[in-house]
């Protein structure tokens, strides 16, 4: 594991003939990621790579934004 610019490297993984990736078991732990766990799979503008972020990180940040949008809606009232 090596961390730098706060991203954080766990290695290399290959891509099987089916697709799939495994997870290097540091990241498994460090970001708790379980069996089960359903990944949201991104890729930026650059399209050069991708980003696997767990779907209930992105539903709590998007609840988290709802809320903010519904206290200035009733600030502005």
């Not at 495994?22 to 069996?35: F, H, M, S, Y």
């Amino acid at each position: 594991m090596e961390r730098k610019h706060n991203i954080q490297l766990y290695g290399t993984v290959k891509v099987g003939d089916r697709g799939q990736v495994v997870i290097p078991a540091d990241a498994r732990k460090e970001l708790d990621i379980k069996p089960g766990d359903l990944l949201l799979v991104m890729s930026g503008k650059n399209r050069r790579g991708i980003t696997m972020v767990k779907a209930d990180a992105m539903k709590e940040l998007a609840e988290k934004i709802m809320q903010g949008l519904d206290a200035s809606e009733e600030k502005n009232e």
